[in-house]
């Protein structure tokens, strides 16, 4: 199957900082990137979706200056969560379709888990 | 919007059991995924399967899309198997709609 890479796998930052985290399509290119977060014993809860060389849309209730997301190239989307504040701990999983029309199934990075002290 | 459902929630069994996962959907949908988190977090694709059956070692999977309903078998259990099992469904804009899980631990 296609394989998509996240880094950093771990970060711990201090209150007020900010992280970026890279999710890449490593054997196939996507115009298209799911950015979610997960809390501990939940399910998945997409934040927004990465469009290459557009825009992103975000979900309702996800605060798009605080979670920055830039799909520079076919293979390339970040997610910066800036000034960070503990209550962004958590755990964010990008993902990536691969396949064409309705036929996509989709490809999970290993995710990162981000500390804010 | 469409919505998902696991059942069941929780599954503890002995190593060597068989088990059965099901994952119901309100509506129709494109496609379907079966996933295991790890308990590193690590999602891994188990079946892509919109409808039909298929199979993969000790796992296999149906979906009856006319009857909304897909099913996850895990036959001879093993500890390895333990984690978190998700169902998701996309309808048709990309978007994954998932299911609350299903965690099974497997006992030795």
């Known amino acids: 199957g296609a394989v998509v890479s996240q880094h950093p796998s771990w970060v711990i930052c201090k209150s007020g900082t900010s992280v970026k985290i890279e999710c890449r399509s490593l054997d196939f290119q996507a115009t298209t990137m799911f950015w979610y977060r997960q809390f501990p014993k939940k399910s998945l809860m997409l934040m927004a979706t990465s469009n290459e060389g557009s825009k992103a849309t975000y979900e309702q209730g996800v605060e798009k200056d605080k979670f920055l997301i830039n799909h520079a190239s076919l293979t390339l989307s970040t997610l910066t969560v800036t000034s960070a504040h503990p209550e962004d701990s958590s755990f964010y999983i990008c993902?990536?379709?691969?396949?064409?029309?309705?036929?996509?199934?989709?490809?999970f990075g290993p995710g990162t888990r981000l500390t804010v002290l | 919007g469409i919505q998902v459902e696991q059942s069941p929630p929780d599954l503890i069994l002995q190593e060597g059991a068989n088990s059965t996962l099901r994952c119901n959907f309100s509506d129709s949908v494109n496609n379907l995924q079966w996933f295991h988190q790890n308990p590193w977090g690590q999602l891994i694709n188990l079946f892509y399967i919109p409808s039909g059956t298929k199979q993969n070692g000790r796992l296999s999977a149906t979906t009856v899309a006319t009857e909304r309903y897909s099913l996850l078998y895990i036959s001879s259990s093993q500890t390895t198997d333990s984690g978190v099992y998700f169902c998701?469904?996309?309808?048709?804009?990309?978007?994954?709609?998932w299911g609350a899980g299903t965690k099974l631990i497997i006992k030795p």
């Open positions: 998701a469904v996309d309808d048709s804009n990309y978007q994954l709609i």
């Open positions: 993902s990536a379709p691969a396949g064409t029309g309705v036929l996509n199934e989709q490809f």
